[in-house]
Structure formats: structure tokens, C-alpha cells
């Protein structure tokens, strides 16, 4: 299994501020999935991305994959308390065991 | 309906005790899986059923045992466990067990063995 690793592991902001999340492998990886866990709740997609280089919006997120495929950020424009929760990004393996970075509890304090 | 359904939401048990978590999903799915979370720590997992079969078995102690009676319903069956065992099972399903597929989660059931 290949270790991710993501930082920060906590993030504690203001509201309206910005942040961007990393995930990081020593090797390259076909796809990464971007998903974020609410208190209480199972994680929910966000996001995949395939093609190095590859930048996603979704509203005030950005997504990028690295040129070379083994990292990958996550950026949140204008936090609002909403978006507080845990940040996990994933790499599927063979059989698709779906393999998750550290991930990066997020608090947005309005 | 693009939910899956976990119950009991939250379970207490003893260590002598037997007992079930129940996951269901009416999405077609024809992967199903196990993970489990500990606070403020990445999910892991645990098993993968594919077709009803069971695929990978993370080495889990046989203290869990998985059950799938059918492409719905996915079980978690539980004896003689541990405090250590105390955490959010999380069960998913994806529309195949294809590399990279989506998952759709539950929101979980929060254990504590005393």
C-alpha cells in the first residue's frame, strides 16, 4: 500500500479566509478522489481527478492534480463555517481498495 | 433513493455480547464494503464484497464477521470483541468493484464496547 500523506493535519481559520489542503505520494497514481466527512456522517465525494495538470472548480473549491500525478491540493476560497470538517484524499489500489490520506481537519470559526 | 442505509446508528455493547450492524443500499450496486474509523483518523478497511463474494479481507480479526445475503444488504457480525474495537463502522457500496469507482457511503454506526 502506498502511504498519502496530507498537511496540514489541522487547520483552524476565519471565516473569508482562503486555504489549500496538500496530498502527497512518492508514487504516481492513476486517479485521486477528493472527499470531505461532516460530523457524525460518512465521507462524500468531492472530486476525482485523471490527467496530470487536470484543475476542477466546484464553487469556491479548486482542485489540481500535479504534472507528474503524485500530488495533488485542494484550495477553498472565502471559508465559510460550512465547509468545517475532515478533508481526506484517496487513492483507489487493486481491487478497488480505496486507500485514504491522513486528512486535514478543517475548522472555520465565523 | 442514492443512500446507504446503516442501523443501529449508535450500539453499546459488552464484550460477551453478539451482535449485528446492517447496511443497505438500493442503488444497483454490486460492490459493498467495510471500513472502520477511529476519531479524528483516516477510515480503514476492512472488507470488500464484490458480486456478493467476499474479495479482500484486510486481516481482521474473526471477532468480525461479514455477511452478505444478497446484492442489497451487507451485515457486520460482532462477538467477543474488544474496547479497542470502539469506532464509526462505515459501510459503502459502489456501482462495480472496478478500479477507482465512486464510493457512497452511510453515515455510520458509532460503537462502544465496555
Known amino acids: 500500500t502506498q502511504l498519502l500523506e496530507q498537511s496540514p493535519q489541522f487547520l483552524s481559520i476565519q471565516e473569508g479566509e482562503n486555504l489549500t489542503v496538500y496530498c502527497n505520494s512518492s508514487?504516481?497514481?492513476?486517479?485521486l478522489q477528493w472527499y470531505r466527512q461532516e460530523p457524525g456522517e460518512g465521507p462524500v465525494l468531492l472530486v476525482t481527478?485523471?490527467?496530470?495538470?487536470e484543475v476542477k472548480k466546484l464553487k469556491r473549491l479548486t482542485f489540481q492534480f500535479g504534472d507528474a500525478r503524485k500530488d495533488s491540493s485542494l484550495h477553498i476560497t472565502a471559508a465559510q463555517p460550512g465547509d468545517t470538517g475532515l478533508y481526506l484524499c484517496?487513492?483507489?489500489?487493486?481491487?478497488?481498495?480505496?486507500?485514504f490520506g491522513a486528512g486535514t481537519i478543517l475548522r472555520v470559526k465565523s | 433513493d442514492t443512500e446507504v442505509t446503516q442501523t443501529p446508528k449508535h450500539l453499546v455493547m459488552g464484550m460477551t455480547n453478539k451482535k449485528s450492524l446492517k447496511c443497505e443500499q438500493h442503488?444497483?450496486?454490486?460492490?459493498m464494503y467495510w471500513y472502520k474509523q477511529k476519531a479524528k483518523k483516516p477510515p480503514e478497511l476492512m472488507f470488500v464484497?464484490?458480486?456478493?463474494?467476499?474479495?479482500i479481507n484486510e486481516s481482521v480479526p474473526s471477532r468480525f464477521s461479514p455477511e452478505c445475503p444478497n446484492s442489497s444488504l451487507l451485515n457486520l457480525h460482532l462477538h467477543a470483541l474488544q474496547p479497542e474495537d470502539s469506532a464509526l463502522y462505515l459501510c459503502?457500496?459502489?456501482?462495480?468493484?472496478?478500479?477507482?469507482?465512486?464510493?457512497?457511503f452511510g453515515s455510520g454506526t458509532q460503537l462502544s464496547v465496555l
Open positions: 484517496a487513492r483507489g489500489e487493486y481491487g478497488n481498495k480505496l486507500v
Open positions: 481527478v485523471v490527467t496530470g495538470g
Open positions: 508514487s504516481v497514481f492513476s486517479s
Open positions: 464484497y464484490s458480486y456478493e463474494k467476499l474479495s
Open positions: 459503502a457500496s459502489s456501482p462495480t468493484p472496478a478500479y477507482n469507482e465512486k464510493l457512497f
Open positions: 442503488m444497483g450496486h454490486r460492490a
